[in-house]
């Protein structure tokens, strides 16, 4: 039986449309917003759904909410993107084992959609769809298994590392790359292979991390140089 979805709040639509804001870099980086200009840029909603979804922003790490001053966007430091990435190792490989053992055949046919869609956005190298599939098919995937808290948890790691200021694509591989690592991820999962599964997203997590450090490394000041990924992951 299909459940009745909950209408979102004002609250919880102010909070997705400024993230995704923050992440397709539509705000800038240590500009203080005042809720009045966010509200506005919102489509005139007033003040406190505002400063609502801030406050859920600020929880997450993605922004700091300045007393009487605003609100303003941080970019993600080092210890906080290696952070997010331990927290993907400690949940996903997990919960990736589990689907790849409790999966269906509904799940599978959906899998299988949602991962054509992946391929036909990154061989046509559409950055922002395939970075959309890429993140949806994660999500399948979690929501087989169907941990609610630890699918937000993630999610939020994951928006985290988004707004260091960039994805892998296209700095450190094209659209087609990224396609192509989740490729042995999702025939484990398919075949029920529940080892091989959390075998392959685990080395797809470091992969993905160590692409970003790196390319974020180049970039970034001095506290970004001189640090090996694996010294912070492979224990995981």
Not at 54 to 59: F, P, R, S
Not at 121 to 134: F, H, P, R, V, Y
Not at 180 to 194: F, N, P, R, T, Y
Request: aromatic content about 6%; some cysteine.
């Amino acid at each position: 039986m299909k459940l009745i979805q909950k209408p979102k709040t004002l609250t919880e639509e102010a909070f997705e449309i400024l993230q995704d804001a923050i992440i397709n870099n539509h705000l800038q980086f240590n500009v203080l917003y005042s809720a009045t200009e966010l509200g506005q840029m919102l489509g005139g909603i007033s003040r406190t759904p505002v400063r609502e979804a801030a406050q859920m922003l600020e929880k997450i790490g993605i922004v700091k909410i300045e007393k009487n001053k605003g609100i303003r966007i941080i970019p993600t430091s080092f210890p906080t993107m290696i952070e997010s990435f331990q927290i993907r190792l400690m949940l996903e490989v997990p919960l990736i084992h589990r689907a790849a053992e409790v999966r269906t055949e509904a799940d599978i046919e959906r899998l299988n959609a949602l991962f054509e869609e992946f391929k036909l956005q990154a061989s046509s190298e559409n950055i922002t769809g395939t970075l959309k599939a890429d993140r949806d098919y994660h999500l399948a995937l979690l929501q087989i298994v169907g941990n609610q808290k630890a699918i937000d948890v993630i999610s939020n790691t994951r928006n985290q590392v988004l707004i260091a200021g960039s994805a892998t694509i296209p700095t450190s591989r094209n659209c087609m790359q990224t396609f192509d690592d989740h490729l042995e991820l999702h025939s484990a999962v398919v075949a029920g292979d529940a080892q091989k599964a959390a075998d392959c997203m685990r080395k797809h997590i470091i992969n993905t991390a160590t692409l970003l450090i790196n390319q974020e490394s180049a970039k970034r000041d001095s506290s970004w140089c001189n640090y090996s990924t694996s010294e912070y992951l492979n224990w995981l």
